[in-house]
């Protein structure tokens, strides 16, 4: 350390000071000064020129002020020049350091060292710093770690040495850093002759160097030492003659400079180079050295690429590989352009070889020095032509892929293994509604899966994600499109793995199901329907023998009591209850579609138009009942009872509703309207059982309280009901829906509770003439006769009633239980039989197959058909035909009478 005496002589201080000042200012090594006030705080003193140059400040831009105050440093540097300052008092010694040294941006790499100074009273009243730029070195470090790659890289710059020799050749002064490069404590070194520690083989080099700074000459010398353990350290010595105060020689004040480690690596260089040329030359691209474009160096790889001899590239322009002028021009454009931005360039190419021959090249480039391009450019050139046509193979198959994905009928999706979307192919595109650059790199979950599902479907692909794709390789989910519409898909899934087996994603192929969807549930429905259909049909056939009888017998018993007796009452309300009865298997029947019709040309307006008056009679007065009519001829082949069933129990239904709603303020109308429409292939889809043509659109709707989605789908099936049990039997709007089936019509029905409710109604269209509706009715009166009839009934109590009908009306009746029995007795009376009356399923023999037989021998044999079966039962056994007169059960005593005697006298036309 240096310890400052103010009592001490002046004179001798003087002289040392200049010869101090002397060194400092000549000394080829940057030295500082810091002062510390009482107050420990920090301010330089002064800078020697080599630092001054270093640094490019002056004394005057730096002196007296403290670190954060010199120009152009950052904070950060500020506060590491007084930690380190702080760190060289605290441990009251010489400390050493590297530091990075920033002034306007500009960063330097230093090795620093620190000495304190004392006063006499031992008190740091001053800091000395050593300082050497080492940025050059590290940069040359750097870039011989980069050249040899593995081999082994130098961890440590050694820091100089300072010492000063007197007249004698003694050490009259070392700093701590010469004791640490030559392994001596400062005691052993002080005081001995410097020779002691210089290498035998250096010592005449010693004594001239120091014959050469008597005489005034500095000069830098390498020189070889001997460290305590005998070890060789070479040393750059930097050295500068003191003179005292008379001009005269006073010693030399030297600096070491270790390059030990530099010698080795020295050494270590020129085996790389060695090794490193010998890598070039078995290197499998090529490789070579081009000054503005002209060929100085190539390898032997070089020499196979182009088929050129190493003789016939040297000194000579690039241009000659090169297959035409344009791509020569254009690879050193690039390559230059690349360079000048990123200090490399790799560019694909395509050269000429020697033979003619075109083949590709990857070319990479790199310049020696990057700030002069005119010192050279290294190459790289790699024969990448079997690689191409590889990628050009791969590239087609890869767009023959495209092509297939693109027309492909289902969606082809890809997700990363952070489900962000990678693929997607045009089918996918179109379900969504999106543009492909719309989709990809979306997340998939949080882009197009419902936020209900979205959970759900994100654990799932984690299962997937981590290998665990049991019971999620299909899966079925909707997702929302661009237009906020909901589609959905059926999922059939696979992992995506690399090479090493890691999962990266998912690869799913999904069809769009959501119109499928749509007709399994209209086809669920529609079976179901056809289902009830079927045992209602079979219901009411049980019901129709049933209620023939008790209908029946109840009123022959009417006739044969006083009206006013009780008995009569009770048969009264017994005959109500048939009816209602026989009512209900109608209902029953015309839901199933299977009752009988008799379909006429109709104007429907003009149905409506009669039907307006009794249906507002129906409704209460503060309902009003709106009709919009088509100003044109609406014609539709329909049963006309049929089709006032249909707008009555449509209008009752919307009454109903009306009434139900409670909100306030709400108008209470029904609209009855008709208009033509066409049904196109879209519709009918969407809709099935419908067929595309030709409808009249016939439009039942209402302000009520609206029906809810879930009940929405079951309206028309039988004896369901909303309503309390004594408002309805749910039987309306089923009758409503068989009628229309059964007249080859489709019906829709649209609600939402709170928005009322409308019932379309597709009716085919027909083009034949209005039908002439002028004879109605029938003669009040019931005529009998004396004809014999031959009634053919299986059923003993229908038979009985029939028999006791008949009988009553003047007929001669003769009956049989089966069709054996029939034929018996037809066998002798046939020619006295007007009239066979026989149901039609019956066993061993039907009713048909008797009429065939007996009509056979009698031509003329009046037959009338009765059944309790539905039509198409009936019309399997081929009964329905344009010359059968038919009688369904239950009947009647007047529509028995009535159909008996029209039959026998011809006034009912087959049909």
């Not at 241009?319 to 002028?325: G, L, P, T, V």
């Not at 009519?629 to 049929?642: G, R």
Request: overall charge negative.
């Amino acid at each position: 350390m240096f310890i400052v005496d103010p009592l001490s002589n002046s004179t001798l201080c003087d002289s040392y000071d200049k010869d101090l000042g002397a060194v400092y200012d000549s000394i080829p090594i940057s030295i500082f000064l810091v002062n510390i006030d009482d107050n420990g705080n920090f301010t330089f003193g002064s800078l020697n020129p080599t630092h001054e140059n270093a640094i490019g400040l002056s004394n005057k831009d730096i002196v007296g002020k403290a670190p954060e105050e010199i120009p152009g440093i950052s904070e950060e540097g500020a506060a590491a020049l007084r930690a380190n300052y702080q760190r060289c008092v605290d441990t009251n010694d010489i400390i050493s350091y590297e530091e990075f040294f920033e002034l306007y941006g500009v960063k330097t790499h230093w090795l620093t060292k620190l000495t304190p100074v004392h006063d006499i009273a031992g008190k740091i009243i001053q800091i000395i710093g050593y300082s050497s730029n080492i940025t050059a070195r590290k940069e040359t470090e750097n870039a011989i770690k980069e050249s040899e790659e593995n081999y082994r890289r130098i961890v440590e710059i050694t820091n100089e040495g300072i010492l000063k020799i007197d007249v004698t050749m003694k050490v009259a002064y070392v700093n701590q850093r010469v004791s640490e490069m030559l392994g001596y404590t400062t005691t052993e070194l002080l005081g001995r002759p410097i020779i002691d520690f210089v290498h035998k083989d250096y010592h005449d080099n010693v004594r001239a160097y120091f014959a050469r700074r008597q005489a005034g000459i500095s000069e830098q010398v390498e020189m070889c030492y001997r460290c305590k353990n005998g070890v060789k350290l070479w040393a750059i010595v930097n050295s500068v003659p003191i003179v005292d105060e008379q001009n005269q020689f006073a010693g030399v004040l030297a600096m070491l400079t270790d390059i030990t480690e530099r010698k080795n690596v020295e050494l270590a260089l020129r085996r790389s180079e060695a090794q490193l040329e010998s890598i070039l030359k078995v290197a499998p691209s090529g490789i070579g050295l081009m000054m503005n474009r002209i060929f100085v160096w190539v390898n032997k790889q070089m020499v196979e690429i182009s088929g050129y001899t190493e003789d016939e590239l040297m000194n000579q322009s690039a241009r000659m590989i090169y297959a035409s002028d344009e791509e020569f021009e254009r690879v050193g454009r690039l390559k230059y352009q690349q360079i000048a931005k990123q200090g490399t360039g790799t560019i694909e190419s395509k050269w000429k070889r020697k033979d003619g021959k075109i083949i590709d090249v990857l070319l990479s480039s790199a310049p020696i020095d990057k700030n002069d391009l005119s010192a050279g450019v290294t190459f790289t050139a790699l024969d990448i032509t079997e690689r191409k046509l590889a990628e050009n193979e791969l590239k087609s198959e890869r767009d023959r892929m495209q092509k297939y994905l693109s027309i492909a009928g289902v969606v082809f999706l890809v997700l990363d293994k952070q489900g962000s979307i990678r693929m997607i192919n045009n089918k996918g595109c179109e379900i969504l509604e999106c543009e492909e650059d719309e989709i990809i790199g979306k997340n998939w979950f949080d882009e197009f899966i419902k936020e209900s599902d979205r959970d759900n479907l994100k654990s799932v692909f984690s299962m997937v994600m981590c290998k665990d794709l049991k019971n999620v390789e299909y899966n079925v989910n909707s997702v929302i499109t661009k237009s906020g519409h909901t589609r959905t898909i059926a999922w059939h899934n696979s992992m995506l793995t690399d090479n090493n087996g890691n999962v990266i994603g998912t690869l799913s192929s999904g069809e769009d199901i959501t119109e499928r969807i749509k007709l399994e549930s209209q086809l669920m429905r529609s079976q179901k329907m056809d289902a009830i259909g079927k045992l209602a049909a079979g219901i009411a056939h049980d019901f129709n023998n049933i209620l023939t009888a008790i209908n029946g017998f109840a009123e022959l018993s009417i006739k044969g009591v006083d009206k006013g007796s009780s008995v009569a009452g009770f048969l009264e309300e017994i005959k109500t209850a048939g009816n209602r009865a026989a009512s209900l298997t109608g209902q029953l029947l015309a839901f199933s579609r299977k009752q009988m019709i008799e379909p006429k040309i109709l104007n429907i307006n003009n149905v409506i138009r009669d039907l307006g008056n009794m249906l507002q009679r129906l409704l209460s007065e503060d309902i009003k009942l709106n009709l919009l009519l088509a100003d044109e001829e609406c014609l539709i082949k329909a049963d006309v009872s049929q089709i006032e069933q249909v707008l009555v129990n449509l209008t009752i239904n919307s009454r109903d509703a009306i009434l139900d709603n409670s909100e306030p303020n709400r108008k209470s109308e029904i609209t009855i309207e008709t208009r033509k429409t066409v049904l196109d292939d879209t519709f009918c889809t969407e809709h099935l059982g419908c067929t595309p043509g030709l409808y009249i659109n016939i439009t039942v709707s209402d302000t009520g309280k609206g029906i809810s989605a879930e009940n929405l789908d079951r309206v028309f099936e039988p004896f369901f009901t909303t309503k309390p049990k004594d408002k309805g039997t749910g039987l309306g709007l089923s009758t409503v829906y068989g009628i229309v089936k059964q007249n080859y019509g489709y019906i829709v029905p649209y609600s939402a509770p709170g928005a009322g409710a409308a019932f379309q109604i597709y009716w085919p269209i027909v083009t034949e003439e209005l039908a002439d509706q002028s004879q109605k009715g029938s003669s009040t009166n019931l005529p009998g006769g004396m004809e014999t009839i031959l009634v053919v009934e299986d059923d003993t109590q229908i038979l009985n009633f029939v028999q006791q009908v008949l009988t009553a009306f003047g007929y001669n009746v003769i009956v049989a239980r089966n069709g054996t029995e029939a034929l018996g007795i037809a066998e002798h009376n046939l020619a006295n039989i007007d009239l066979l009356f026989t149901d039609v399923v019956m066993p061993e023999m039907g009713g048909k197959e008797i009429a065939d037989i007996l009509k056979q021998q009698k031509p003329d044999l009046k037959v009338l058909f009765s059944s309790g079966y539905t039509e198409d039962q009936i019309a399997k056994r081929g009964i329905l035909n344009k010359d059968v007169i038919f009688l369904h059960k239950p009947y009647s005593t007047d529509a028995l009478a009535r159909k008996i005697r029209d039959v026998l006298d011809n006034k009912i036309p087959s049909s």
